[in-house]
Structures are given as structure tokens and as C-alpha cells.
């Protein structure tokens, strides 16, 4: 089955620690995203990557890390500097020249 | 900074209405938008798109833009409770394939 996939599902973060979300697709798509979602607000866009090896800040960039060495996989790391980690975060992904993004099932990160 | 407007709702409509769900952009450079619907805990699914001012429709949703009002809707006919979720407007953001979001409508469809 072609998809995105993100894990864990749920994550838990305490004071001071990295973690790292994890995003694969086996779309072929060359696009991908991260975004964060708060209770009751839109998406923010957090980064984001149009080939390998190259990546942008969205939006919300300041705390968070990504990298982008296979076209499958974009992970996030939310870094010890980003003070209020509690969300929804969302990976998504489109094709080439394609504006149409499709989401991973996301992961929910609470702080201990 | 480009926007995307919703009314945040709730909407609240009885099974069997047309729920009418309304979003206002402020880039008149845009050409398509996006519908998504995202249940609550779950992540936002594709509906519907649009480029062409007029109507598009697809089963029992039809989405409707107006290029010249910055406007674009999305008609849900028949509505059942399994229509109840929050639906997210979206369009390109002047970037490679970036989109922005709006903060969504809650639709309610009660029996």
C-alpha cells in the first residue's frame, strides 16, 4: 500500500530532551512537510523539503530540526530549545509541480 | 502576510441539510484551493480541489470559487453524522508547492 507513515504515535518529552519524529513515504514524492497543530488552530508549517539533501524553515522553524538524506524519509527533531512542544504534529507530502500535499496519520508529543 | 479566513463555527446543521462552509483568501494571485476535512484526533484528508472560477462538483460535496471576491465555499448536500468533522481550507502560498491553512470550521450534523 503506497503511504505515509509517521511514528511514534504518541511521544513523550521531558525537560531538556531531543526527540525525533519519524516520516516515511513510499509515494515517490519529491516534496515533504512538517507542520504543527495546536488545539482548536490550523496547521503551521514548521519545514519543509522540495528534493534530497535540501531543506527550508516554514513559519515555525525556531527549536526544530529536520534532515533529508533518502526521498523517503524526513525526520523532525524537536529540539530542548523549543519551550512549548505540546501538539499534533503533521507530515505531508507532495509530488513533483503538485500543490495537492497528503498527510501522514500524525504524532501526538506531550511533555512529562 | 497571505491569509486564509474560516469561521471557526461551530456549524451546526440537521441530517439530510446542505451544510455551506465559507473561506476568504487574501493572495488574488491564487489559483487553486483546497478542501480537507481532518476528524477530531485524526489527520487532514484530501476532499476536493479547485482552480476554475464556478463550480466543481464530486458526489455530495460541491465547491464553489469566486476569483473576483477572493471567496470559495464548499457545499455539502444530504448531510449525514459522519460529515461532522472540521474542514480546512487551503491555498498555495507563493512558495514551491507550500500551502496555508485556515484555522478551520467545525461542522455538527445532528439526527
Known amino acids: 500500500d503506497g503511504g505515509i507513515t509517521q511514528s511514534p504515535k504518541y511521544l513523550f518529552r521531558k525537560e531538556g530532551q531531543n526527540v525525533t519524529l519519524s516520516c516515511e513515504q513510499n509515494?515517490?514524492?519529491?516534496?515533504m512537510y512538517w507542520y504543527r497543530q495546536d488545539p482548536g488552530q490550523g496547521l503551521r508549517l514548521i519545514y519543509y523539503s522540495q528534493i534530497v539533501n535540501d531543506f527550508q524553515k516554514g513559519d515555525i522553524a525556531e527549536g526544530y530540526s529536520v534532515s533529508r538524506e533518502k526521498k523517503e524519509s524526513f525526520p523532525l527533531t524537536v529540539t530542548s530549545a523549543q519551550k512549548n512542544p505540546t501538539a499534533f504534529y503533521l507530515c505531508?507530502?507532495?509530488?513533483?509541480?503538485?500543490?495537492?500535499?497528503?498527510f501522514g496519520p500524525g504524532t501526538r508529543l506531550l511533555v512529562l | 502576510q497571505k491569509e486564509v479566513e474560516q469561521n471557526s463555527g461551530p456549524l451546526s446543521v440537521p441530517e439530510g441539510a446542505i451544510a455551506s462552509l465559507n473561506c476568504t483568501y487574501s493572495d488574488r494571485g491564487s489559483q487553486s484551493f483546497f478542501w480537507y476535512r481532518q476528524y477530531s484526533g485524526k489527520s487532514p484528508e484530501l476532499i476536493m480541489f479547485?482552480?476554475?472560477?464556478g463550480d466543481k462538483e464530486d458526489g455530495r460535496f460541491t465547491a464553489q470559487l469566486n476569483k473576483a471576491s477572493q471567496y470559495v465555499s464548499l457545499l455539502i448536500r444530504d448531510s449525514q453524522p459522519s460529515d461532522s468533522a472540521t474542514y480546512l481550507c487551503?491555498?498555495?502560498?507563493?512558495?514551491?508547492?507550500?500551502?496555508?491553512f485556515g484555522a478551520g470550521t467545525r461542522l455538527a450534523v445532528h439526527p
Open positions: 479547485i482552480y476554475s472560477n
Open positions: 509515494l515517490n514524492h519529491d516534496a
Open positions: 487551503a491555498a498555495p502560498s507563493g512558495g514551491y508547492n507550500k500551502l496555508i
Open positions: 505531508a507530502s507532495s509530488a513533483n509541480r503538485q500543490e495537492t500535499q497528503y
